[in-house]
């Protein structure tokens, strides 16, 4: 049971071995705690946390999806994470997830007022 202060005292001390392991494609601590959606689920909140470009949205929602996510889990992670990052971040981001959900929310927008 160890194991997470272990990861912890690695990520602490920049482990170098550790943070490259995890920048390149997560840890496999993490896929051995939590199951592939989940952290999957967790890059998309991470992704609205620092307002990521379009094709970062895109990648996270597709892996999201691909790992067993839906399309309204994925908007349920946005919304989750507005007491954190705040509502203008999540207005901000909104748009950009749902082009990765294939909605253009601003054309949508426009016919409307048309």
């Given amino acids: 049971m160890g194991d997470y202060r272990q990861h ?3 990520l602490a001390v920049h482990d170098d071995a550790l943070v490259k392991a995890i ?10 705690v939590i199951d592939e959606r989940t952290a ?3 890059r998309v909140a991470a992704t609205v946390a ?4 379009t094709a970062s949205f895109q990648h996270a929602v597709a892996v999201a999806l691909a790992a067993g996510a839906t399309s309204e889990e994925v908007v349920a992670i946005l919304e989750a994470v507005a007491p954190v ?3 203008s971040r999540v207005v901000q981001c909104a ?7 294939g909605y253009d929310v601003d054309a949508a927008l426009e ?3 048309a």
Avoid: E, I
Avoid at 23 to 32: H, K, M, Q, R, V
Avoid at 95 to 101: E, G, R
């Fill in 50 to 53: 620092v307002d990521a470009a």
């Fill in 111 to 113: 016919r409307r007022d």
């Fill in 23 to 32: 920048a390149a494609d997560g840890s496999a601590f993490a896929t051995s």
């Fill in 95 to 101: 748009p950009k997830v749902a082009l990765a959900l």
């Fill in 40 to 42: 999957a689920l967790a």
């Fill in 8 to 10: 912890l005292r690695r």
């Fill in 85 to 87: 990052t705040g509502a």
